[in-house]
């Protein structure tokens, strides 16, 4: 069962995909980046805005019922790969050991310096509560 997972504590999806999507006990959370529920960009600096899009993620896993803490699976595309020392600061600030498995990708960004993805462990996940 596939059940669509949305929070107006993030951004709304700006095109044909679902903030995630609840599958079994696992959150398959899309791209998200550094925009507030209205579509602003939130942060002046790389640090800040990888901060909002965490913070945009952990919106959508509360909603799920989840952490962000229980991330299994991080993928971030950065505009520019100079960043990734702050980005592993600010990785290391989120979570602790075990850390998630992670990929890390410089990408063509327009007007804002990261995405981030995020496969989030559910336990005992239902749909019941989910904003539909």
Not at 29 to 37: E, K, L, R, W, Y
Not at 51 to 56: F, G, S, V
Not at 90 to 115: H, K, M, S, Y
């Amino acid at each position: 069962m596939r059940t669509e997972v949305r929070t107006n504590d993030a951004a709304a999806p700006g095109g044909t995909y679902s903030q995630a999507i609840l599958a079994g006990e696992f959150l398959y959370v899309s791209g998200q980046g550094p925009f507030d529920a209205n579509g602003e960009i939130v942060g002046a600096t790389f640090e800040e805005q990888a901060k909002a899009t965490l913070a945009n993620i952990s919106a959508i896993a509360t909603a799920a019922g989840g952490r962000i803490e229980d991330a299994v699976k991080i993928g971030a595309y950065l505009r520019d790969q100079s960043d990734f020392p702050v980005w592993d600061a600010v990785c290391a600030q989120t979570f602790a050991r075990p850390f998630p498995a992670r990929t890390t990708i410089e990408c063509n960004l327009i007007g804002f310096d990261i995405e981030i993805d995020a496969v989030i462990w559910v336990p005992k996940a239902t749909s019941e509560g989910i904003d539909r």
